[in-house]
């Protein structure tokens, strides 16, 4: 398998963390990966190459031709493309190299797709009209969530619902260029009952000093986890979310934790909206509208009942079973 897939600070981590989910499942079944990427942070680039056989570095965003010469070199069995850069041209180009091709996409933001398989994992994705191949087989929906290998021992785990909650995860992802953390770590010093607070930064965020002085001036006890090795550990500790609607989003559901989503980007918007429609999140809508009396409220209202939180996770975890990256191999293989 040859995957096509960057992490920076502008575009975030969830395109590679997915395709990594993606990459050690198919090497426990045998398989070999080799990796094209643009990534600027050192700490994911580790990780990708402890996922691969090969790992082609390159400085920039580049044309389908590098990657092409790359397929020459490696004759891969399968080919994936994921990040919304790759557009039609690139994929037609991709696709001329005669080898099965996966475009993982979200929501449907080209004229035209030229894939063998095109996988959207997202809650309603059916409802996205694709102009693709007419061979074109469509992966669509939450069957498809690929989780990474840390979530492979926490399937079927059904969290306790406590009485009261008080400890709090906030996850704003990989990158958080915007500096949302910070912001819903300002918010939660209105909360009036003490909390305690774990705040995983990832290896992109460039904010990390700001988040440390705020925690060290609130009321609450903050934890920062830099790099968190563990995500399921941190989730299995929650007993209430607070998270930017990305791929962190099916890893939550999958956990049964409780979570208030917020939307930070254009491709979140119906993940977040058709989530809460459902009655399976609680929604801030987009983060940059919401004052902190508009966080606190809805957190509050989470903390203090029970009943939502339990209602919250007994239907989240109906979504996401966990074996979603098998079935997407199990495609490939077909």
Not at 13 to 33: D, P, Y
Not at 81 to 107: A, N, P, R, W
Not at 193 to 209: D, E, F, Q, R, T
Not at 257 to 268: A, F, G, K, R
Request: charged residues 25%; hydrophobic residues 40%.
């Amino acid at each position: 398998m040859l995957i096509r897939a960057d992490a920076t600070r502008d575009i975030g981590t969830g395109h590679v963390m997915r395709c990594l989910a993606l990459a050690c499942s198919w090497k426990k079944q045998g398989g070999e990966i080799a990796w094209v990427t643009h990534c600027d942070t050192k700490k994911i680039l580790e990780r990708i190459k402890q996922n691969s056989s090969k790992v082609y570095e390159l400085s920039r965003y580049s044309s389908s031709e590098e990657t092409i010469d790359i397929i020459g070199e490696e004759s891969p069995d399968c080919i994936v493309l994921d990040g919304y850069q790759f557009d039609t041209e690139y994929q037609k180009g991709i696709s001329e190299c005669g080898i099965k091709l996966l475009v993982i996409d979200d929501y449907a933001h080209l004229d035209k797709y030229y894939a063998d398989i095109i996988l959207n994992q997202n809650f309603g994705a059916d409802k996205f009209k694709y102009n693709a191949l007419p061979q074109t087989k469509f992966l669509f929906g939450t069957d498809y969530v690929m989780l990474r290998s840390e979530f492979f021992n926490y399937r079927g785990y059904k969290k306790e619902i406590k009485n009261k909650a008080e400890n709090i995860l906030v996850t704003m992802g990989g990158a958080d260029a915007e500096n949302h953390t910070s912001k819903m770590l300002d918010a939660l010093n209105l909360v009036d009952v003490s909390l305690c607070i774990k705040v995983p930064i990832g290896a992109n965020n460039p904010h990390l000093n700001s988040v440390k002085a705020i925690a060290d001036k609130s009321k609450h006890n903050i934890e920062i986890i830099y790099d968190s090795q563990d995500m399921p550990a941190l989730m299995q500790w929650a007993d209430v979310a607070i998270s930017a609607g990305g791929t962190t989003t099916w890893e939550l559901l999958s956990m049964g934790v409780p979570s208030v989503l917020c939307i930070t980007t254009d491709n979140q918007e119906d993940i977040v909206n058709s989530l809460n429609r459902k009655g399976m999140v609680l929604s801030l809508g987009w983060i940059v509208q919401n004052n902190y009396l508009d966080i606190v409220s809805i957190l509050q209202k989470l903390i203090a009942n029970k009943s939502l939180r339990e209602e919250l996770n007994n239907r989240c975890q109906t979504i996401v079973d966990g074996i979603g990256t098998e079935r997407v191999i199990e495609a490939l293989w077909q």
